[in-house]
């Protein structure tokens, strides 16, 4: 479970186009979640892990089914509002594809991570069902749990892996930053959704910070 605890929402209500721009993002998210789990999983060591990581694909394309549908609802049509989002997900996940599979699974597991904690701010200022619709499609547990079982299994049979590991989610945690930024920067409607609940940005990040400090000491790795 995340130790961000999102910021209280306000009497302001989000926009429609902002509620629009966050599903459009986080279908597309889920798209691409689905694709890189799907081709990480021929990264697994065994067909238990391989099965495991099949799994977490499969919900992902459920995750963005829904999202999609929801977007349909809501009168917008789903691969126009993803569109925006292609770029800045695809240079991140260029610039992060992993050499083997803990890297694979140090990816999910620092950058989901980080992702969803920051979803969960943004989501604090929506009405059901919108909001409730994606706190349901974030990550479960289970995701979290499997990546940092095999991460402490793999530090405690080689100590030397932490090192190239830690360095590796420094870049996951940079690379994932810079794309945010370029984001926030071209779709000033999802920027307004943290003025709504009267977010600090800075105050935002040390909570993201203080969050991926605590995941990363949980496995073993440092910061």
């Not at 989000?14 to 689905?34: C, K």
């Not at 992993?98 to 990816?107: F, M, R, T």
């Not at 620092?110 to 499609?137: C, H, K, N, Q, Y």
Request: hydrophobic residues 50%; aromatic residues 4%.
């Amino acid at each position: 479970m995340s130790d961000v605890t999102p910021a209280v929402q306000t009497a302001a209500e989000p926009s429609p186009e902002a509620v629009v721009d966050l599903l459009g993002m986080l279908a597309y998210g889920g798209l691409v979640a689905f694709d890189r789990m799907a081709a990480d999983a021929r990264l697994a060591p065994d067909l238990r892990r391989r099965a495991v990581l099949s799994e977490m694909a499969a919900r992902e394309i459920t995750n963005y089914c829904r999202l999609a549908e929801r977007l349909g609802e809501l009168g917008a049509d789903p691969d126009a509002v993803m569109q925006p989002y292609v770029r800045a997900v695809s240079d991140y996940h260029a610039q992060t594809e992993p050499a083997d599979w803990l890297e694979g699974l140090a990816k999910a597991y620092v950058g989901d991570g980080i992702a969803d904690d920051f979803t969960r701010e943004v989501a604090a200022v929506l009405a059901a069902p919108d909001r409730d619709l994606i706190l349901d499609v974030l990550h479960d547990s289970r995701h979290a749990d499997f990546a940092a079982d095999e991460l402490r299994a793999a530090i405690a049979a080689d100590p030397k892996v932490a090192n190239r590991l830690s360095m590796w989610a420094r870049r996951l945690v940079g690379e994932g930053i810079s794309q945010a930024l370029r984001v926030a920067g071209e779709r000033p409607s999802l920027a307004s959704l943290l003025a709504i609940g009267g977010t600090d940005f800075q105050a935002l990040l040390r909570r993201l910070t203080s969050a991926h400090t605590a995941r990363m000491g949980a496995v073993g790795l440092n910061n």
